[in-house]
């Protein structure tokens, strides 16, 4: 009987600790979920004052990420004849190759590397394709991979 008695406070103390706790979700690019939970590390700095800091640097890789799109335009989309896909000059210093695959079948249907007489512009006829999701992937020369959803009507 005593044993429950010390269990009890134990149950309570963490509920009260963990209670008021931000659950934190992580994607990929695709947008699939990769993590649901407590961030540890958040509650730590949460803590001690220091959270701010840490969602800045946590958000620099997000900043990576929508610094290429910005350099990068993919039009028309959604697509139906022709799609056309154009870089910056500092992107295309970045990408070493472009993808395009069908989501579903995750079948390749265009890859081309990145040469110089492409002119930082690639243009893929979608005429014979199926309509859906399809998806548009950058392999850049430093080895991340940054893609981004297309449909296709």
Not at 14 to 25: A, H, K, L, R
Request: charged fraction near 20%; aromatic fraction near 14%.
């Amino acid at each position: 009987m005593k044993n429950k008695f010390i269990i009890l406070p134990f149950f309570a103390m963490c509920g009260f600790y963990f209670g008021q706790s931000t659950i934190v979700f992580r994607y990929d690019e695709a947008g699939n979920q990769i993590f649901r939970g407590v961030d540890i590390r958040r509650l730590a700095e949460e803590q001690q004052g220091d959270y701010l800091t840490t969602w800045r640097s946590s958000s620099a890789e997000q900043t990576d990420e929508s610094k290429f799109w910005s350099m990068v335009q993919v039009y028309p989309v959604p697509v139906k004849d022709e799609l056309t896909i154009g870089w910056s000059d500092e992107a295309d210093e970045m990408i070493d190759h472009v993808t395009l695959y069908q989501h579903n079948t995750v079948a390749n249907v265009f890859t081309t590397k990145n040469l110089p007489n492409l002119n930082r512009k690639v243009q893929v006829n979608m005429n014979g394709m199926y309509m859906g999701v399809y998806i548009l992937s950058f392999q850049l020369k430093d080895g991340r991979k940054m893609s981004r959803n297309i449909i296709k009507l």
